[in-house]
């Protein structure tokens, strides 16, 4: 099992003739994702060839959908032009939307976010600003490296895309279920909680890792819920311990204001729910495995 994406799923590529588009399409292909087209409404009608892959280019993703079955898209669209796509998306009624673009104005994030919210979430979006989501062994829709470990029993869910590959790499020998990057912007789509709450649900992920960073709340309402509804084993990590206060660290949601949002505040919460957190992604790697173990022991 998985959580939001499997082998079975149709992906289009919005921005699929651009720099980024075409280089992750080919990633995409190669990691078995089932990549059906692409949208350019300026190369509508034409194909591009990736090896001995031909995928039809589509004028708007509602032609996508209704030609290729199509129930996931990602967008590769620059951020001026993001907002668009990702409207377009929702309105197209697309299941799932992974919105990879950087530097979306949190004006536009926030309206795609509600008119998606406003259509009854009917269409997930996971981003912007992230890698994405892998289900190792089935499915790529996203920029993360598709050979830094296969399937297992672990589930994923982090704002930080390198850490997130380092932590698929640290427990590459146990392997994931789904590894999905949320993004570290102060809107977006999914969020910790729905992710704990759907690999809490997923009969083969047995272990969970959070990965969070300073900045917000959402680490500390993530420790609530799991306090309240999750009942496998989580260790968490908190980017961000020697960070200065009331600076802006990287990721535009990564400001601390005061004690709430410092990584110390954040762990405190997460350690009260019962999390085991671990002060570098290779001590909660090490705690992950411990806890791990006792489950199979």
């Known amino acids: 099992m998985s959580i939001f994406l499997n082998k079975d799923n ?79 998306a929702i309105e197209a009624g697309i299941p799932l939307v992974v919105v990879i673009t950087e530097g979306i104005p ?66 590459r020998d146990l392997g994931f279920s789904t590894a999905i990057g949320i993004g570290g912007d102060p809107v977006i789509g999914t969020t910790h909680i729905d992710a704990l709450e759907a690999f809490e649900n997923d009969p083969e992920t047995k272990a ?30 908190v980017a961000g311990f020697t960070a200065p206060e009331g600076k802006t660290m990287g990721h535009a949601g990564a400001i601390v204001s005061g004690s709430a949002g410092t990584a110390q505040a954040k762990k405190e919460a997460l350690e009260a729910a019962g999390v085991k957190v671990g002060k570098t992604p290779s001590e909660t790697a090490a705690l992950l495995r411990e806890v791990y173990g006792q489950l199979a022991g």
């Open 10 to 88: 149709k992906v289009i590529v919005q921005g699929i003739t651009g720099g980024e588009g075409t280089k992750h399409t080919a990633l995409m292909l190669k990691a078995g994702t089932q990549v059906v087209g692409g949208v350019n409404a300026r190369k509508a009608g034409t194909t591009v060839t990736h090896g001995d892959v031909e995928l039809p280019v589509f004028g708007t993703v509602a032609e996508a959908i209704e030609t290729t079955g199509a129930d996931v898209s990602i967008v590769f669209v620059p951020p001026a032009f993001a907002k668009d796509a990702v409207v377009e």
């Open 106 to 171: 949190a004006q536009d994030a926030a309206e795609f976010w509600a008119l998606a919210k406003s259509k009854g979430g009917a269409t997930r979006i996971i981003g912007p600003n992230c890698p994405g989501i892998i289900t190792p062994g089935e499915s790529l829709v996203g920029i993360t490296p598709n050979n830094i470990t296969g399937k297992g029993p672990i589930g994923l869910v982090s704002k930080s895309g390198t850490l997130t590959y380092q932590m698929m790499f640290e427990l």
């Open 208 to 237: 969970i890792v959070m990965i969070g960073e300073i900045g917000g709340d959402a680490e500390e309402r993530a420790a609530d819920f799991i306090k309240a509804h999750v009942t496998k084993p989580v260790v968490g990590y």
